[in-house]
């Protein structure tokens, strides 16, 4: 971040480290602001444990997937109109000469639903995946400072309609929509005193003492083990997740001890959703089918919205209440002499399936020194009633699809839907969403952090493109794709060798060569600009300062550092939210959009030969952090800041 993003950060640390007085101010402070993005809500009737509630006046059902949702379709009525200012300010800065960007959205102001529909996509690779996808959110979000400045895309997120992100990409996603749509900003601002994105301070250990959090070690073992008890002495099953969802609560919701209460569901009723002033954020997660071990691609995808769980996949093609998951549903409904339950979907919960690959992190506990036998030994037990190769599961229970859809649907036969990580298809990216013709998507942002190279191809922990290719062949799969499109895209090697993994790449632009209508994908691959980012997936302590290093890179990644790459660069991106309106209005495209797709569009060569190893070179000046910049300040440039710092207090 800018000289002052940082200084604010190293100047709280160097505050709480060199003062004692500086310290208790500045947890006033941080208290007074934690009021300020109280998150999505505490609606679970019992904590942690699903429990008993009266049932709304419509008994709550499955239904088929064959269309949206009727709240996401009221929702989109509102959203729509909400992106029209947004995207007339955006497309007015970015500079597409020849195109009247402020007439065009006047013109179709009356009908919101004809105007580019914009949606993001934020892909799995652990903390790497969540910090460098924070980058690219801060940039498109018009709240970060100076993003709507030249070479600048901010406003992109306030434009768009829908939000995903999977595994460490869900984390992402799943943190800033529980903390009421709270910017990556905030976040880094609150330095090393703040309450989430502490993830120097490993889950292994447990928040740090003193925070808000005020636990122990022991106390925070404890208290996983505890709330989880609470959940199996409901009468539900509990799987690793359970665990791992509530100790990745402590590091991304804001509430003490991680929100037990605080459900994805209850994100429908926070004011900004509802009103239609946030996207929607939707979390992806794969089936396991009963017997299935290794994931195949064409396992069922899933996605978790603020309404719904569920799948528009041909297998299951059908959607669960999310509210009152943990209800027993039978062939579709739920019985007349069964209770209404709510409080299954805890956030932590949904994050952790999204990312359940890690829950092999929990299974080492047993070998960590600090954690106390009683949680060792609950972790044997799950282990030892699920049987080896499920470790990785979120157990499901009762599953709400039993009976439902016998005919395809894998799980309808079983009480257990076992859900797993949504990247262990190889679909790292979550575009089964997006693609959907229900939501009639124009463009789709896609970060990807995906760890695809390894050592064999040079650096290891690039994006190649895997993801892609991944939905791709899904997407060719006549059974599978029930009705998706995506756009053509070559084989891994092709990516390397052309580049395309190191800038970002246009996919689909020739509406006319598609199956069916898709959107246009804008890849947006994990690059070194400033920082080597390319660190372990499973790294899982990572300094504010390297942290923030990340997350500047990642901004950079997306704005290709602010245009200095390419100075035309935003307005590509222009170029890509209005491709598909240019061709829906059959309209001439602008010259400079031309340009733009002749650099960015993928157009159709292939160069499958084995590429050359993989390692890129920076392509801005790299920032250096093992010098510590940012933490441990001299101690007369502390003094000088403390002054400095007291005056932003008050702001
Ligand atoms: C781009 O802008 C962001 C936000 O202001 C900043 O953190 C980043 O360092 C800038 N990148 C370059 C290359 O100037
Ligand atoms: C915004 O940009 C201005 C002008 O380049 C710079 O002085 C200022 O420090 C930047 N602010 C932040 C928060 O990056
Ligand atoms: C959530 O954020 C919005 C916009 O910043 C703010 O107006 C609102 O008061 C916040 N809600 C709560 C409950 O804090
Ligand atoms: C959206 O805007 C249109 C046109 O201005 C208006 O007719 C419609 O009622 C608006 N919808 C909502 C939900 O505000
Ligand atoms: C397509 O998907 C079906 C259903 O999942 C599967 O049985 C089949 O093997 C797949 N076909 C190919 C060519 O992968
Ligand atoms: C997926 O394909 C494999 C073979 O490629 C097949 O064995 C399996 O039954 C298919 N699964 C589904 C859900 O169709
Ligand atoms: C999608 O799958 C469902 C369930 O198998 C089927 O009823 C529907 O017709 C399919 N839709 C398309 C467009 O193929
Ligand atoms: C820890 O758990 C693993 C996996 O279940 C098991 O193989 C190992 O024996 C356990 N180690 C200890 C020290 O309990
Ligand atoms: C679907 O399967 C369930 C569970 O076996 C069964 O009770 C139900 O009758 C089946 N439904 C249909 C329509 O066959
Ligand atoms: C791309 O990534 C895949 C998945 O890790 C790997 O198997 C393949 O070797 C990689 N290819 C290149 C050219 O990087
Ligand atoms: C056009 O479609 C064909 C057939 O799917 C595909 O082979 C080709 O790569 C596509 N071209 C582009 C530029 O996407
Ligand atoms: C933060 O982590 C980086 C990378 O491991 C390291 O080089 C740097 O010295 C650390 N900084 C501090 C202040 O610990």
């Given at each position: 971040?800018?000289?002052?993003?940082?200084?604010?950060?190293?100047?709280?640390?160097?505050?709480?480290?060199?003062?004692?007085?500086?310290?208790?101010?500045?947890?006033?402070?941080?208290?007074?602001?934690?009021?300020?993005?109280?998150?999505?809500?505490?609606?679970?009737?019992?904590?942690?444990?699903?429990?008993?509630?009266?049932?709304?006046?419509?008994?709550?059902?499955?239904?088929?997937?064959?269309?949206?949702?009727?709240?996401?379709?009221?929702?989109?009525?509102?959203?729509?109109?909400?992106?029209?200012?947004?995207?007339?300010?955006?497309?007015?800065?970015?500079?597409?000469?020849?195109?009247?960007?402020?007439?065009?959205?006047?013109?179709?102001?009356?009908?919101?639903?004809?105007?580019?529909?914009?949606?993001?996509?934020?892909?799995?690779?652990?903390?790497?995946?969540?910090?460098?996808g924070a980058g690219g959110l801060a940039a498109?979000?018009?709240?970060?400072?100076?993003?709507?400045?030249?070479?600048?895309?901010?406003?992109?997120?306030?434009?768009?309609?829908?939000?995903?992100?999977?595994?460490?990409?869900?984390?992402?996603?799943?943190?800033?929509?529980?903390?009421?749509?709270?910017?990556?900003?905030?976040?880094?601002?609150?330095?090393?005193?703040?309450?989430?994105?502490?993830?120097?301070?490993?889950?292994?250990?447990?928040?740090?003492?003193?925070?808000?959090?005020?636990?122990?070690?022991?106390?925070?073992?404890?208290?996983?083990?505890?709330?989880?008890?609470?959940?199996?002495?409901?009468?539900?099953?509990?799987?690793?997740?359970?665990?791992?969802?509530?100790?990745?609560?402590?590091?991304?919701?804001?509430?003490?001890?991680?929100?037990?209460?605080?459900?994805?569901?209850?994100?429908?009723?926070?004011?900004?959703?509802?009103?239609?002033?946030?996207?929607?954020?939707?979390?992806?997660?794969?089936?396991?089918?009963?017997?299935?071990?290794?994931?195949?691609?064409?396992?069922?995808?899933?996605?978790?919205?603020?309404?719904?769980?569920?799948?528009?996949?041909?297998?299951?093609?059908?959607?669960?209440?999310?509210?009152?998951?943990?209800?027993?549903?039978?062939?579709?409904?739920?019985?007349?002499?069964?209770?209404?339950?709510?409080?299954?979907?805890?956030?932590?919960?949904?994050?952790?399936?999204?990312?359940?690959?890690?829950?092999?992190?929990?299974?080492?506990?047993?070998?960590?020194?600090?954690?106390?036998?009683?949680?060792?030994?609950?972790?044997?037990k799950i282990l030892t009633a699920l049987g080896?190769?499920?470790?990785?599961?979120?157990?499901?229970?009762?599953?709400?699809?039993?009976?439902?859809?016998?005919?395809?649907?894998?799980?309808?036969?079983?009480?257990?839907?076992?859900?797993?990580?949504?990247?262990?298809?190889?679909?790292?990216?979550?575009?089964?969403?997006?693609?959907?013709?229900?939501?009639?998507?124009?463009?789709?942002?896609?970060?990807?952090?995906?760890?695809?190279?390894?050592?064999?191809?040079?650096?290891?922990?690039?994006?190649?493109?895997?993801?892609?290719?991944?939905?791709?062949?899904?997407?060719?799969?006549?059974?599978?794709?029930?009705?998706?499109?995506?756009?053509?895209?070559?084989?891994?090697?092709?990516?390397?060798?052309?580049?395309l993994n190191t800038r970002p790449t246009f996919?689909?632009?020739?509406?006319?060569?598609?199956?069916?209508?898709?959107?246009?994908?804008?890849?947006?691959?994990?690059?070194?600009?400033?920082?080597?980012?390319?660190?372990?997936?499973?790294?899982?302590?990572?300094?504010?300062?390297?942290?923030?290093?990340?997350?500047?890179?990642?901004?950079?990644?997306?704005?290709?550092?602010?245009?200095?790459?390419?100075?035309?660069?935003?307005?590509?991106?222009?170029?890509?939210?209005?491709?598909?309106?240019?061709?829906?209005?059959?309209?001439?495209?602008?010259?400079?959009?031309?340009?733009?797709?002749?650099?960015?569009?993928?157009?159709?060569?292939?160069?499958?030969?084995?590429?050359?190893?993989?390692?890129?070179?920076?392509?801005?000046?790299?920032?250096?952090?093992?010098?510590?910049?940012?933490?441990?300040?001299?101690?007369?440039?502390?003094?000088?800041?403390?002054?400095?710092?007291?005056?932003?207090?008050?702001?």
């Open positions: 971040m800018k000289a002052t993003q940082f200084l604010t950060a190293s100047a709280l640390s160097c505050f709480a480290a060199a003062s004692a007085i500086g310290r208790s101010e500045i947890e006033t402070v941080y208290n007074a602001n934690l009021e300020s993005w109280r998150r999505a809500t505490p609606q679970a009737p019992n904590g942690y444990a699903p429990g008993k509630v009266d049932c709304p006046s419509t008994r709550p059902s499955i239904r088929v997937a064959s269309s949206l949702s009727s709240q996401e379709t009221s929702w989109l009525e509102k959203r729509r109109n909400n992106t029209i200012d947004p995207l007339k300010d955006l497309l007015g800065r970015l500079n597409i000469s020849g195109f009247d960007a402020g007439k065009y959205i006047d013109d179709n102001s009356k009908n919101a639903s004809a105007l580019p529909n914009i949606a993001i996509a934020f892909s799995g690779g652990g903390y790497r995946a969540m910090m460098n498109f979000d018009n709240r970060t400072p100076n993003s709507t400045g030249t070479g600048h895309i901010g406003g992109l997120l306030q434009a768009a309609t829908y939000v995903a992100g999977l595994s460490g990409g869900g984390w992402l996603v799943g943190s800033i929509f529980t903390n009421n749509f709270t910017t990556v900003q905030s976040i880094i601002d609150e330095g090393d005193g703040g309450t989430i994105w502490q993830i120097g301070q490993s889950i292994f250990e447990g928040p740090k003492k003193g925070s808000i959090q005020l636990l122990s070690t022991v106390d925070y073992y404890t208290n996983l083990l505890d709330v989880v008890d609470d959940k199996q002495d409901a009468g539900y099953d509990v799987s690793l997740t359970d665990y791992w969802g509530r100790a990745l609560s402590f590091q991304l919701v804001n509430a003490s001890d991680g929100g037990p209460a605080y459900t994805f569901s209850s994100i429908q009723d926070d004011d900004g959703f509802k009103n239609g002033n946030t996207p929607m954020p939707i979390l992806v997660t794969d089936e396991r089918a009963p017997g299935e071990v290794a994931i195949s691609l064409n396992t069922t995808n899933l996605e978790f919205n603020p309404w719904e769980l569920g799948s528009f996949d041909p297998t299951l093609y059908g959607f669960a209440p999310l509210r009152y998951l943990g209800s027993n549903f039978s062939g579709g409904s739920l019985p007349d002499n069964s209770d209404c339950v709510s409080g299954f979907d805890n956030v932590g919960f949904v994050m952790g399936t999204s990312s359940s690959l890690f829950n092999q992190l929990i299974l080492n506990l047993n070998t960590t020194t600090g954690v106390p036998d009683l949680v060792k030994e609950a972790l044997a080896n190769g499920n470790d990785d599961i979120a157990d499901y229970s009762p599953n709400p699809f039993f009976g439902f859809h016998n005919d395809t649907n894998p799980s309808a036969q079983t009480e257990r839907l076992t859900l797993v990580d949504g990247g262990e298809d190889l679909q790292n990216i979550p575009l089964n969403p997006l693609i959907q013709p229900n939501r009639a998507v124009d463009v789709i942002f896609a970060v990807d952090t995906s760890a695809d190279t390894t050592t064999d191809n040079g650096g290891a922990g690039w994006p190649n493109g895997t993801s892609l290719v991944a939905t791709y062949e899904r997407s060719t799969n006549a059974t599978m794709q029930n009705g998706t499109a995506f756009p053509a895209i070559p084989d891994q090697n092709t990516f390397v060798n052309l580049g996919f689909g632009c020739n509406a006319s060569n598609l199956t069916g209508s898709a959107p246009l994908i804008v890849y947006l691959p994990n690059a070194p600009y400033v920082y080597h980012s390319n660190i372990s997936t499973f790294q899982m302590d990572i300094n504010n300062t390297e942290r923030n290093t990340i997350i500047q890179n990642g901004y950079d990644v997306v704005t290709q550092g602010n245009g200095t790459e390419d100075s035309q660069w935003p307005t590509c991106v222009g170029c890509a939210i209005l491709s598909r309106s240019f061709d829906r209005n059959s309209q001439d495209v602008p010259d400079v959009c031309k340009q733009c797709f002749d650099r960015y569009c993928w157009n159709g060569t292939v160069a499958s030969n084995t590429p050359a190893p993989y390692e890129p070179n920076y392509k801005l000046t790299e920032v250096k952090i093992a010098s510590g910049v940012g933490h441990f300040l001299p101690n007369v440039l502390c003094a000088a800041l403390v002054a400095g710092v007291s005056a932003f207090l008050m702001m």
